[in-house]
């Protein structure tokens, strides 16, 4: 095996940030085929390691860094965290790949008349913060102690704050303190959570959690990091952070922020569900009614938008209340079903908002109402929206088909009148999702297009660097679609033996 | 050998797909005729499935491969059985002729490639739905059919206004873009409850393999059953799939508007594949809720039946009445065909009412099926052919064209006596088969609103003809002919060819009419009696078959007779009618209005949901949660900060005055600690 092959996964793409930035004035516009080398390479890293766990048992590393408190820097490798961190490492470089022509045009719209040495400098800055996404989720998905896993998601928070301040649209400043201060309300209480069960086992140790498990203390722990992380997951009435940070978002990265806040349902499955699994049940239903609501709520926002990038942005809302619906329906398919959900949505949703994101850099319009008939000139952006709404909505042949029948088949196996109402009115949610999905494609893209968009010579399909990934991703998705096996076979063990052991 | 062509049933249809952009590339006649080839070679795997049929004690035949085995056992494969095999032949060889047909009716069309790969993978992933082993697998073929379905309906994304249908003015339009949304949405109703009720039965039987469901059904249903209210809940579920794919009532509102597809798309969804699938589908649940009523003594289980049958009945009648009144020429063979499926539904709903009648409705609904893909295709087809002809929509706006389209209304003509059940052709058999059904199973109710909606079938029939073949030529058409060097004529060889391969078809079945009944009710014999062991006794009957033949033909002429006045010879004004009764004037405005079903739903479901997003949802919710949490929650926090502050500078003149809170509280404090300790 590699040396230090997770240490490499996880510390190379901060590496190469650094270095992109000690050297930003030389490597200059560059600084995008850097990051993309980079993130290329730890791809194939955890291909490797996806290969290894295939054939062999959960990898654990430890590094003591302090001994009291107890802190290590611990990552666990398993089925499920590798799964996790492969797909979100692969839209860090799709979405990298992307952002090579996207911010280019972003940095000239935004600092217009800066000096071309400025100009590079915001090009570059770009890319060693992008960097430190693959970082965050790559540590995040591995993390197997709680502070570890608290400084991976606190990265992501910092990250997101720049970014959305340098490069996002309208009032990015205002937004992205919006977006900081939600994500440290959430990070708080996050805290708050892993204090308890510190004080509570003696350790921060994921692995340990499960001692707490019947202690009066695991409600308060479970409560109150599921208060943080609904905030993070957007689960009503914490989702108004979302339709404005999301729309805002430069679009390269507006995907990101969707794993950002899905991810959340990893880390509630990680260090809740399965360690906890008898206290967390109290949380089961009410967690599936508030997901339920989530799930419609967010879908008919979806309906209202008439802004383009608000579109995908209240989708979000929508989508990631289904992970929680699996969650909370608590039986071994719901959770996975769950978890592959989350991964399909991340794919489905980096489609769908990079194609808006598309719309907005052809047309420079987000206003769906001057738009129409834009299939004429721009057939692959279409097609990729199409893909990107029939991923959203579920359709066979994309990997959310398998997701959401596994995920649906484990809220039927608890078999109580509750659960099946849950599960007849959640698929009918799905109909929103194909209604939207479908009716913003008809608005946007069908019909005849007006002369004022006939005329304009610059309305077409973009350059190749920016459809390419997206595609990779369709392709990516189809994949996974028809053989679901591949991710279900990583998370089985991972979630089986947590529940075996229950 | 017949489980290697069933592979290559599904596989070739999809090559077809792939290799349509790479002959594009090559040569643009490649391309038509290699899309149409690989549809060539798929009837003929089809085809090659027959003979199984000689020796159908040897089936079924299953071939799978592992797709899922956690959390759930999916298996992923086919199943040859006499259903699938008839059917998958039904879908592949119309979808040939249909494929034939398009070669002269697309020509010269920017986006032909995107045509031929819409047809291909529709025709795939149909024979996917038809041919799985696994019901799961079949839904995968539902959903695909559906997104085909859709980007078929779609076609003219552009809008333009010569694909508009609907009207004519002052009455309202539709963009076939808007068509194609309603008919994914519409349809989808379905399918998700459908998966509802697939999921739910796989909880209860641990698989959703076909074969296996049938041969465990002794262990899950009784498990089921314990629940009360689960087997009609999950009947219930089942049904509505096939109630949105097949367009049945409450779910039928999008068929109608499906016809702004290019017009060989509509014969291909509506007449000989996409809509038989929730036929197909509830045919292969029979085996189950038959056995649960009559072997395991389930009650509930009767519920699938009737449902079943009443939404046949209620949908064929519902449908033939709207047909009556209808101006465009594809929305009367819309609605024909969703009254013709309601046929099928009702033989199949019948089936279960006794154990007589199992072989008999089952084998009826199929044939049926059969007969009814073979004319209504052909109806289609020529449908096309006139549209294109006559370069209106509208039949009002046509009027003897026989004399300009000669083939094409010996085509349709034939056809259309099929439709209306004028033996020997096989309408006349199919439906004969559905009646005698019907009447055997003592549901008199059931059996009267099927005769009248045989009256109305011959009746919309005869007056379609009549109104585009016979009589008098209207304005449209005058004007039309009389414009040097017109269009007014045949398609191109390919249509006609398509056209007359199918009547020529027709006559050859109708003639083998009473053969094809007698052989598939011995298929099914062998499948449902012999094959799944399920509990049957011979059939008496109680009503002569020439009784229920006079029914049927008398219903044909009390339909017929009128419309050929009306339409066909004109002796008769229909306006006058029309003028001088108020209750024919209230009744053809309820059928024009489509019963304000479709009224309704828009109401309800596209415009409500639309309104009760923006101004409920999004202006009053939304706008609720975003002001009071980003904006007055922090502007509280800040005032409130403010006010503090303030509050100690306004006292900090004098420091004693604090002081005193700061003892104060450090008194409570202290006191606090002590009560802890002491405790």
């Known amino acids: ?502 | 050998m017949e489980i290697q062509l069933a592979w290559l049933c599904l596989i070739l249809p999809f090559l077809g797909v792939m290799l349509t952009p790479v002959f594009a590339r090559i040569n643009p006649v490649l391309r038509d005729y290699g899309a149409v080839f690989f549809s060539f070679l798929t009837a003929v795997s089809a085809l090659m499935l027959l003979p199984a049929l000689f020796t159908a004690e040897k089936l079924p035949l299953e071939s799978m491969v592992v797709w899922m085995s956690s959390p759930m056992q999916l298996s992923f494969g086919v199943l040859l059985d006499p259903l699938s095999i008839i059917v998958a032949n039904v879908v592949a060889v119309i979808s040939f002729f249909i494929m034939v047909y398009c070669l002269g009716y697309m020509k010269g069309n920017p986006s032909i490639m995107r045509f031929w790969m819409l047809m291909n993978a529709f025709i795939g992933s149909m024979l996917l739905l038809v041919l799985a082993n696994n019901l799961i697998i079949v839904f995968i073929g539902w959903k695909l059919v559906g997104i085909c379905s859709y980007g078929l309906i779609s076609f003219y994304f552009r809008d333009e206004r010569k694909y508009w249908i609907g009207g004519p003015e002052p009455f309202k339009f539709d963009k076939p873009t808007e068509c194609g949304l309603k008919a994914l949405v519409t349809t989808s109703v379905g399918d998700m409850l459908m998966l509802g009720g697939l999921l739910i039965m796989y909880y209860y039987s641990g698989t959703l393999n076909v074969l296996e469901l049938y041969e465990t059904a002794p262990q899950w249903i009784p498990a089921m059953a314990a629940t009360p209210g689960m087997i009609i809940l999950v009947s219930i579920l089942l049904i509505a799939g096939p109630v949105g794919k097949s367009a049945q009532f409450p779910l039928h509102e999008w068929l109608p508007e499906a016809m702004s597809g290019p017009g060989p798309v509509s014969a291909l969804i509506h007449a000989a594949t996409m809509v038989k699938s929730g036929v197909f589908f509830i045919a292969r649940l029979i085996p189950i809720f038959y056995y649960a009523y009559w072997t395991g003594g389930v009650e509930e289980a009767m519920y699938f039946f009737i449902i079943v049958a009443w939404i046949g009945a209620i949908t064929a009648f519902l449908a033939a009445s709207q047909g009556l009144v209808a101006l465009e020429l594809k929305k009367v063979l819309a609605y024909s065909t969703v009254s013709q499926i309601g046929f099928m539904m009702l033989a199949l709903g019948v089936s279960g009412f006794g154990q007589d009648i199992l072989v008999k409705g089952y084998s009826a609904g199929i044939f049926h099926l059969m007969s009814h893909a073979m004319f209504k295709a052909c109806l289609f087809l020529c449908a096309g052919t006139v549209i294109h002809a006559a370069h209106s929509i509208y039949i009002h706006d046509m009027g003897s064209m026989r004399k300009y389209l000669p083939y094409t209304w010996v085509f349709m003509g034939l056809a259309a006596l099929s439709l209306i059940g004028v033996p020997p052709l096989p309408g006349f058999w199919s439906k004969e088969a559905v009646l005698v059904a019907t009447l055997e199973s003592h549901n008199y109710a059931l059996f009267a609103v099927a005769v009248v909606t045989v009256i109305f079938t011959a009746f919309y029939t005869m007056r379609f003809v009549g109104m585009v073949f016979h009589g008098s030529s209207s304005k449209h058409m005058r004007k039309e002919t009389s414009k040097p060097g017109h269009h007014v004529s045949e398609g191109y060889f390919p249509q006609t060819f398509a056209c007359g391969a199918l009547a020529v078809g027709i006559v050859i079945f109708g003639i083998l009419g009473l053969k094809a009944e007698y052989a598939l009710n011995s298929l099914f014999e062998i499948q449902l009696v012999k094959g799944l062991a399920l509990s049957t006794v011979e059939h008496i009957y109680s009503y002569p078959k020439s009784m229920v033949v006079a029914f049927s033909i008398g219903s044909v002429l009390i339909g017929v007779i009128p419309a050929y006045m009306f339409y066909v010879t004109q002796k008769w004004n229909p306006a006058v009618p029309y003028e001088r009764s108020r209750f024919v004037r209230t009744m053809h405005t309820f059928f024009w209005q489509r019963w304000y079903i479709d009224r309704f739903y828009l109401w309800l479901f596209a415009d409500g949901i639309k309104r009760f997003a923006s101004s409920v949802i999004a202006a009053r919710f939304e706008k609720g949660f975003d002001v009071g949490i980003n904006y007055r929650l922090p502007r509280a926090v800040v005032k409130g900060g403010n006010n503090l502050l303030s509050f100690i500078r306004a006292d900090a003149r004098d420091m004693s005055t604090n002081i005193a809170y700061i003892l104060a509280l450090t008194i409570v404090i202290l006191f606090l600690a002590l009560i802890r300790m002491l405790t």
């Open chain 1, 1 to 502: 095996m590699i040396p230090s092959i997770l240490f490499q996964i996880i510390f190379i793409p901060a590496f190469i940030a650094l270095f992109i930035f000690l050297l930003r004035y030389q490597v200059g516009k560059q600084a995008g085929l850097v990051a993309v080398i980079g993130l290329a390479y730890t791809t194939g890293l955890l291909l490797v390691l996806l290969s290894s766990i295939y054939q062999g048992d959960p990898i654990k590393i430890d590094y003591p860094l302090l001994i009291n408190p107890d802190i290590r820097l611990t990552f666990l490798v398993d089925g499920l965290s590798v799964a996790v961190a492969l797909i979100c490492n692969i839209l860090c470089l799709a979405l990298c790949v992307y952002s090579i022509k996207y911010v280019d045009h972003r940095v000239e719209v935004i600092y217009e008349g800066v000096s071309p040495r400025m100009e590079t400098s915001y090009y570059v800055c770009f890319f060693y913060l992008f960097l430190f996404f693959p970082v965050g989720f790559a540590g995040v998905s591995f993390a197997a102690d709680l502070i570890v896993l608290y400084f991976f998601l606190e990265i992501l928070t910092i990250i997101l704050y720049f970014l959305l301040a340098y490069y996002g649209y309208y009032e990015r400043v205002k937004v992205a303190t919006m977006c900081l201060l939600w994500g440290m309300f959430s990070a708080v209480l996050v805290l708050a959570g892993i204090l308890i069960i510190y004080s509570q086992i003696g350790t921060f140790q994921i692995d340990e959690i499960h001692r707490m498990a019947g202690n009066p203390m695991a409600f308060w722990a479970i409560a109150i990091i599921l208060l943080g992380l609904f905030a993070k997951i957007a689960i009503i009435p914490f989702h108004v952070w979302m339709p404005w940070v999301h729309s805002n978002t430069p679009t390269s990265i507006a995907a990101l922020l969707a794993v950002y806040a899905n991810i959340a349902a990893y880390v509630i499955v990680r260090i809740l569900v399965l360690p906890l699994w008898d206290d967390f049940m109290w949380f089961g239903p009410p967690i599936m009614v508030l997901a339920l609501i989530t799930m419609i709520y967010g879908s008919l926002l979806t309906l209202a938008q008439t802004d383009i990038k608000r579109i995908p942005a209240c989708s979000t809302i929508s989508q990631c209340a289904y992970s929680m619906l699996g969650i909370g329906a608590m039986t071994a398919a719901s959770i996975e079903g769950g978890l592959f959900f989350f991964l399909s949505h991340i794919m489905a949703k980096t489609v769908f908002f990079s194609t808006a994101g598309i719309v907005v850099y052809v047309t420079h319009i987000r206003d769906i109402n001057h738009l129409k008939g834009l299939a004429n000139k721009m057939p692959i952006t279409a097609m990729l929206f199409i893909c990107g709404g029939l991923m959203l909505a579920g359709m066979p042949p994309f990997s959310s088909f398998p997701a959401e029948v596994i995920l649906f088949y484990g809220i039927f196996e608890r078999a109580d009148t509750f659960s099946i109402t849950i599960g007849i009115i959640g698929l009918l949610a799905i109909l929103l999702t194909v209604g939207y999905s479908f009716y913003f494609t008809m608005k946007i893209f069908f019909g005849t297009m007006p002369d004022a968009l006939a005329k304009k010579d610059y309305i077409k399909d973009p350059p190749l660097s920016m459809t390419l990934p997206l595609i990779f991703i369709v392709v990516l998705s189809a994949f996974l679609g028809l053989y679901p096996a591949f991710i279900l076979d990583l998370f089985e063990p991972v979630i089986s033996a947590a529940v075996a052991n229950m």
